[in-house]
């Protein structure tokens, strides 16, 4: 049985463009969920993209249903992967690819593996997976679930969550919740160039982050006692 539900509303545009101003892992500083399994690595090392969550669960070795959405999803949509345990097949090749860029769709997260990633390097076509794999999945007409809550990397997506990505891993954010931590972490970022620039000027990373003061003050009480 294949199941499909409507597609969610979509980020505001403005929404994502902060957020692809934000490095994953400045929010790591903030945030400790949210994060799917460092496991599942950008191809495309050099991209930072955001979008909006449509998600799809197919299982083992039928890919029947995402070549089906292919033809539903939206310029601006993140396609999200469940592949329900399955790290033999890759479901997402060339064509796929193809496919997946001419439709619009800003990225994919694949739980599991990918294949023909000279092919994704080509289309630029930022995908983050479980690495390769030569053996793909097939049309069997068996089942799946488009638009439904999904796991992948061990965090629950649901439709229409903001999806942020990069060279350092995927995050993915409530769209409630997703402008007040970007706005947070490039504040952070901006601080860092400050504090950048006072390292390249001589100062120690340790006086300016109070490191070196924290290990002196515990050390005189050690002695105290």
């Known amino acids: 049985m294949f199941m499909l539900n409507a597609l969610p509303r979509q980020l505001p545009a403005k929404l994502v463009a902060l957020m692809e101003q934000v490095e994953t892992a400045t929010i790591g500083h903030i945030l400790h969920s949210g994060f799917v399994d460092p496991a599942i690595r950008a191809v495309l090392p050099h991209k930072r993209v955001a979008g909006t969550a449509v998600t799809l669960r197919i299982p083992g070795a039928d890919s029947t249903l995402l070549h089906h959405v292919l033809s539903l999803v ?17 479901c997402w090749g060339g064509v796929v690819t193809n496919a997946a860029k001419a439709s619009g769709v800003v990225g994919s997260i694949i739980d599991g593996p990918a294949t023909d990633f ?24 068996l089942e799946g679930a488009f638009n439904v809550p999904v796991t992948v990397g061990g965090q629950t997506i649901c439709p229409g969550d903001a999806i942020l990505a990069d060279e350092s891993g995927v995050l993915v954010l409530k769209p409630d919740e997703a402008e007040a931590i970007c706005s947070r972490a490039i504040g952070m970022q901006e601080r860092e160039i400050t504090l950048l620039n006072r390292i390249h ?25």
């Open 201 to 225: 000027k001589g100062e120690k990373l340790a006086d300016i982050s109070g490191a070196t003061r924290i290990v002196e003050e515990a050390n005189r009480r050690v002695a105290a006692q």
């Open 118 to 141: 000279s092919e994704i390097r080509r289309c630029d076509m930022p995908v983050w997976c479980r690495g390769p794999s030569p053996i793909t999945t097939k049309l069997l007409g």
């Open 74 to 90: 939206r310029p601006g949509d993140f396609l999200v992967i469940d592949r329900c345990g399955d790290t033999r097949h890759a």
